[in-house]
């Protein structure tokens, strides 16, 4: 239960208020930590991550697993402590405190428990015949997923080829490029070759195809383990640790069957630069690079031709929240 407070209570600091990284001091959202029928103030952004990051760490310590004691640790459609860790390493990291982010990444990276369970998806769960067989979703990496009932009825009309042009999500091959570089020799990636597919003659986003009676159906990513490599490699980019940045950003292109490694030899903007990149390519359809351009402060988002400011990034607060909530 706090690790789920916790969560929420990001969720939303994230989505309602500025980011901390450009003002910690503004006004963000009430962070309710009981039952009563009064209203909660508003926190500030720093007092709200300060609160979250208070809730995960002592959910994590509680969910730490205990010797002769049964726990349940693996079950990515609840909170556990390998979760809540992940979490703890996104909560950090938007924080701006990269050395704890980084604690809490290795965390998860190195557990014995995740190595175990947690695998790198392979070719064996994307090339079957079957295409109602793929793993699109690299389901073994998640750490936290939620399941949502009737999926295709949120998907069909917008990630299939139905005829409506109002509708219709497909990328133009000049942007699909710009993301996937396929044309620079990274076309055997299975974010790319997996990830989309062609209905009619453009390409769709495939990730959420449902099938019927389909291994993989109803879920939706919600921290995935490579996040936690993109997390450890920014932190240490901030520590001018190259080497082992680049090392954590080659161990997800090798799982995502891309054969020619980054070289030790960038720069700390070459590095930050390839993360961005591998967020593109990994979370599309998650949401997560909204929230990679509003903790970067990005001030034009690729591909849109609006000027990306706390007009874009944050949500106005909802009209009962003003109302009876005094919010601001």
């Known amino acids: 239960a706090l690790g789920l407070r916790g969560f929420l209570h990001f969720e939303l600091l994230r989505i309602f208020a500025p980011a901390y990284t450009l003002n910690p001091s503004a006004l963000a959202i009430p962070y309710v930590t009981e039952y009563s029928p009064s209203v909660t103030p508003q926190s500030t952004v720093e007092e709200a991550i300060n609160l979250v990051i208070r809730d995960l760490e002592e959910a994590e310590a509680l969910l730490q697993p205990k010797e002769g004691v049964m726990t349940l640790t693996h079950s990515s459609y609840r909170l556990t402590y390998v979760s809540v860790n992940a979490i703890l390493a996104r909560a950090y990291q938007w924080k701006g405190d990269m050395e704890n982010a980084l604690r809490c990444a290795r965390a998860v990276i190195n557990d014995p428990f995740v190595v175990a369970n947690y695998r790198w998806v392979d070719g064996s769960y994307l090339n079957s015949a079957e295409k109602v067989y793929w793993d699109r979703l690299f389901s073994m990496e998640l750490l936290f997923r939620l399941n949502v009932l009737n999926m295709d009825e949120n998907t069909n009309a917008y990630f299939r080829n139905t005829g409506d042009e109002t509708q219709k999500l497909s990328p133009s091959s000049e942007k699909w490029n710009d993301i996937y570089e396929f ?53 240490l980019v901030s520590k001018d640790s190259i080497a082992q940045a680049v090392a954590y950003l080659n161990e997800v ?59 874009v990034y944050v949500l106005p607060m909802p009209d009962n929240e003003i109302e009876f909530g005094n919010r601001q």
């Open 183 to 235: 044309t620079s020799g990274y076309g055997t990636d299975w974010r790319y070759s997996k990830h989309w597919e062609y209905d009619g003659n453009d390409p769709y986003f495939a990730k959420y195809w449902q099938y019927n009676g389909g291994r993989y159906n109803d879920q939706v990513p919600v921290v995935r383990k490579s996040e936690m490599y993109y997390i450890a490699a920014e932190a």
């Open 253 to 311: 292109r090798t799982n995502r069957n891309i054969s020619n490694p980054l070289q030790e030899n960038l720069s700390a903007a070459d590095v930050q630069n390839e993360i961005y990149k591998e967020y593109r390519k990994e979370m599309v359809g998650e949401g997560q690079l909204f929230f990679y351009y509003k903790r970067m402060g990005y001030t034009s988002i690729p591909g849109s031709a609006v000027s990306a400011s706390d007009n």
